[in-house]
């Protein structure tokens, strides 16, 4: 569940990040060209720096997201491990103990 959260987390900040990307202009200009005659109110740096922040931001939660989902990421355990292998090849389900190498040697009978 917490899996599916950050995967959905992980695509809305895809999304965003392209799209601030997107406004940006190589040059400097981007956003802020757009709003040439919006200077009195909000100036041209002032809107370059926020579309820079953002970038930064969403690229940090995006890695933050990353690093959270792998360690989020479901898995089966042994026992439901030691059955998919076993439905993959074809073969019975049987369940895995461990064997003991030395008791597992025949002793042959003294004569």
Request: with cysteine; proline share 6%.
């Amino acid at each position: 569940m917490l899996y599916t959260i950050l995967v959905i987390l992980i695509i809305i900040v895809c999304i965003l990040l392209a799209f601030v990307v997107l406004i940006q202009k190589s040059k400097g200009g981007g956003l802020a060209s757009n709003f040439a005659s919006q200077n009195q109110i909000m100036g041209v740096r002032k809107t370059t720096d926020f579309v820079e922040k953002a970038t930064w931001t969403l690229a940090i939660v995006l890695m933050v997201l990353c690093i959270i989902s792998t360690a989020t990421i479901p898995r089966p355990r042994s026992e439901q491990r030691a059955t998919q292998v076993s439905v993959e090849n074809n073969e019975p389900a049987m369940p895995v103990s461990p064997v003991d190498p030395v008791a597992a040697t025949p002793v042959e009978a003294a004569e």
